[in-house]
């Protein structure tokens, strides 16, 4: 513990205490690191937030899965035209949906398990950092408000 340098005509010296001074600086350090990635989170009830990123996962799922899809066609391109009168496109059109559907399937369950994952270390995260932050904001109550 040191001392604070007063200003002339003040008399008493204020402490600084080391264990409140360790959790400033481990806030702050959460803050630097974490904050920005968990604190947006928590500010959504958990079913919310799993539903923004589904939502978010269909429409990049789908988009993705036309990228795919275009790429395929671009390089089947010769193929696809010479088979084109005898192919039945009705049943490729199915073929397609269908791996279309099992695609999006897996993809939402992996959005599903990341966004869960995320939420629930962020919640857990913040509860330390509420905790600290409680403490120390205990620390200044049983000392009047002094530093």
């Not at 008493?12 to 806030?27: D, T």
């Not at 990635?37 to 079913?47: A, G, H, I, L, S």
């Not at 199915?94 to 966004?115: D, E, H, T, W």
């Amino acid at each position: 513990m040191g001392c604070l340098s007063q200003p002339e005509g003040k008399t008493g010296c204020h402490m600084i205490h080391n264990e409140r001074v360790r959790r400033m600086v481990q806030l702050q350090a959460f803050n630097d690191r974490k904050g920005k990635e968990c604190f947006p989170v928590v500010t959504y009830f958990r079913k919310d937030y799993v539903g923004l990123h589904m939502l978010k996962g269909f429409l990049s799922g789908t988009i993705a899965y036309g990228v795919m899809l275009l790429m395929w066609a671009v390089s089947n391109m010769e193929m696809l035209m010479e088979s084109i009168h005898t192919m039945d496109l009705k049943q490729f059109a199915i073929s397609v949906l269908l791996r279309y559907l099992l695609f999006l399937v897996v993809y939402l369950a992996a959005v599903f398990v990341y966004a869960q994952t995320k939420y629930t270390r962020a919640k857990k995260e913040i509860k330390g950092y509420n905790r600290h932050l409680k403490r120390l904001i205990g620390s200044f109550e049983r000392d009047g408000g002094e530093s």
